[in-house]
């Protein structure tokens, strides 16, 4: 054993052995100067960081000299990794600081193993809690302590947001273990968290929405889509009670109560709040099937049925229209971008956490589940990142936080790093460089998801990132028969049917109604699916953009005496200049034209048809090219 000097004398060591490698990591983001009253603050903040500092040190755990030079020393062998050739050029070029790489799997297999002889001596204090709330507190005085100065002094209302927590050892506490601010901005963050707490008692009185408005804020300092003449706290809060709003009325996924505070703060998108309205409402009405998919799929799966891989779409599409920029996308579809978009506007709709997962050259999404999160519509966690964090990273925190026991130890050997001014581990730049507490609290995580046994998810949707053939409708010529082989039938889900779903009536005015399910094949093909609604009320049809041929649905409608009706369809469109083929008793042959609902359900514009006494039939269809409509029902209304 040493005493404290000695482990001082080593840390220092071994942090200036990383400190040029971690500087090159990162790069260096030069402060803006403070002003006068700033540089006040700084200094009363800077003084209670000192204090803890010391306070820390003569705290800290008495370490094995030779087990942590072994353990540095190996830790350190995985910088020195040769960079991976890319001879092909490709655009994915191989990363070297992954599991993918031989060499780097074997180097970080023998770091963990050096590590955990460390973390079994320094466990008793990392396991302790006479210290969280100190080295919270320091951590959150290191990396803010400029910014909160610069927003304090910017009047006496900001300078209340930072006292709020400052003098909160609680709210520090739950500030740093869900990760702390975006950019440090704690100021804004609170201001925000005040903000929507004074818009919301649940936000106030009950945990989880106090958390989750918490998280938010902190994930979105700044406000996440602020709309022009809004304030951030505005914006945040128009959010926040939305999503409350929604969860409350029980319109958001079922997972959503269950959520860790820490997932909440993916949940609000970097999209305009009308377009997550919309798509709330267009998923429910649309493509309800959608909402009960297996949770690596749900919800984003609307991108592969309905948003074609298409390249050179002017935007916006029909300007004359003035849509949402979500609205638009399902009119002719995109390349990634406008693809990873929806998909993760989706998800997020419902409440599911969703963050970005940009790759080189390419557009994905990463969401949760309750497996863990999982990427879609892109290649491996491997070669995807956002806000300066490698998808591995994220991947290998969102695993570890799920064992929050285990957990609040890698807080306490990051917090401890913080506070003798360690480099941070590379976040772009898997398990390289970080100071001595900074590189145990990255081999704590992959400790506690080796030995919990968590599994990390593959990736789905990857043969969808550069195309979407079910999303093409070839040209195909009308087929007389349904085109619904029995065998094909039972490749689909079938939904239960009641009678209501299948039988025609007709009202006391003579008004026929033909619910979809009564046609003489109910069943569900590539083409054809037959849903519920989002509430049980009705069973619909969803014609959509897969398949090879265009199918046939047939309708038997008896009638006590020929005479002319207005033929109407309740359908929910998502596209333009649509419509459907109507056949009447095999001769007539009526285009039936579907308006833009946007989501909602309509009328069609009434039809004039003939009918003859006696037995009718009616053949639905839609030519190619087709771009997907729902329809609940057909009516006939006597034309007099």
């Given amino acids: 054993m040493m005493n404290k000097r000695t482990h001082f004398n080593i840390l220092g060591c071994l942090i200036a052995a990383l400190i040029g490698l971690s500087q090159n990591s990162i790069a260096a983001k030069k402060p803006e100067a403070l002003s006068p009253k700033g540089e006040e603050l700084l200094a009363t903040y800077s003084a209670t960081l000192d204090s803890l500092k010391k ?52 180097a970080q297999a023998k770091a963990l193993l050096a590590a955990r002889e460390v973390l079994k001596e320094v466990g008793p204090f990392l396991g302790g809690e006479e210290m969280h709330a100190k080295l919270a507190k320091c951590a959150l005085l290191k990396a803010g302590a400029r910014e909160m100065a610069a927003f ?54 009950k945990d989880f929405f106090r958390l989750w408005a918490l998280a938010s804020s902190l994930e979105h300092p700044d406000g996440n889509h602020v709309p022009e003449g809004k304030t951030a706290p505005e914006a945040i809060v128009a959010f926040y009670l939305n999503y409350e709003k929604a ?22 998108p970097f999209r305009p709040l009308e377009s997550m309205i919309w798509m709330r409402k267009m998923v429910r009405n649309f493509r309800p099937d959608h909402m009960g998919l297996d949770y690596k799929w749900r919800y984003c799966r609307i991108t592969k049925t309905d948003v074609p891989y298409t390249s050179n779409v002017p935007r916006p599409v029909r300007p004359d229209l003035n849509l949402l920029s979500m609205q638009d996308y399902f009119l002719e579809g995109g390349i990634c971008g406008p693809r990873a978009f929806t998909g993760r506007a989706a998800t997020h709709a419902f409440g599911i956490p969703s963050r970005p997962a940009p790759q080189t050259g390419h557009a994905a999404i990463s969401h949760w589940t309750p497996g863990g999160w999982v990427t879609v519509f892109g290649a491996h966690w491997t070669f995807n990142h956002f806000r300066g964090q490698c998808g591995l990273d994220f991947e290998l925190e969102s695993r570890a936080r799920s ?29 390289v460089g970080g100071g001595l507490w900074k590189s145990l609290a990255h081999y704590k995580k992959l400790a506690i998801v080796e030995d919990a046994e968590l599994i990390e998810l593959e990736s789905v949707g990857a043969e969808f990132a550069e195309s979407n053939e079910a999303a093409i409708s ?27 779903d299948t039988t025609i009536t007709t009202d006391e005015n003579g008004v026929i109604t033909i619910p979809v399910a009564a046609c003489s094949k109910p069943e569900s093909t590539e083409k054809i699916r037959f849903m519920k609604s989002y509430d049980d009320q009705f069973v619909q049809l969803h014609y959509n953009l897969a398949g090879n041929r265009p199918e046939l649905r047939s309708y038997t409608v008896n009638l006590p005496e020929a005479g002319k009706y207005y033929f109407t369809a309740g359908v929910c469109t998502v596209t333009v200049d ?63």
Avoid at 68 to 73: E, G, P, Q, T, V
């Fill in 403 to 431: 064992v929050p026991e285990e957990y609040a130890q890698v807080h306490r050997a990051n917090w401890l790093g913080d506070a003798f001014g360690e480099p941070i581990v590379a976040r772009m730049q898997f398990g």
């Fill in 152 to 205: 304090a002094s910017l009047g006496d209302e900001e300078k209340s947001y930072v006292g709020a927590l400052l003098n909160d050892d609680q709210l520090i506490v739950e500030v740093m273990e869900l990760g702390g601010a975006y950019e440090n901005k704690y100021g804004q963050a609170i201001r925000n968290f005040k903000a929507i707490q004074k818009a919301s008692k649940n936000a106030t009185e």
């Fill in 474 to 500: 070839p040209n195909s010529d009308w087929e007389e028969d349904d085109g619904t082989p029995e065998e094909e039938a039972n490749k689909f889900p079938q939904v239960e049917l009641t009678a209501a």
């Fill in 55 to 106: 306070e820390i040190a003569a705290a800290i755990p008495k370490m094995d000299e030779a087990a942590s030079k072994a353990y540095f020393a190996a830790h350190g062998e995985i910088a020195k990794l040769p960079k991976l050739p890319n001879p092909n050029g490709l655009k994915m070029a191989p990363v070297s600081f992954c599991g993918g790489n031989p060499a780097y799997a074997e």
């Fill in 578 to 640: 649509r419509s459907f083929t109507i056949r009447a008793n095999r001769r007539n042959i009526h285009e039936v034209k579907a308006p833009l609902t946007l989501g909602d359900w309509m009328e069609t514009v009434p039809v004039p048809m003939e009918f003859k006494a006696g037995r009718n039939k009616l053949q639905l269809t839609l030519r190619a090219p087709n771009k997907g409509i729902s329809i609940k029902c057909f009516t006939l209304t006597p034309i007099k």
């Fill in 247 to 268: 969860c409350l009325n029980g319109e958001l996924d079922p997972a959503f109560p269950t959520l860790t505070a820490w997932n909440c703060r993916f949940i609000f």
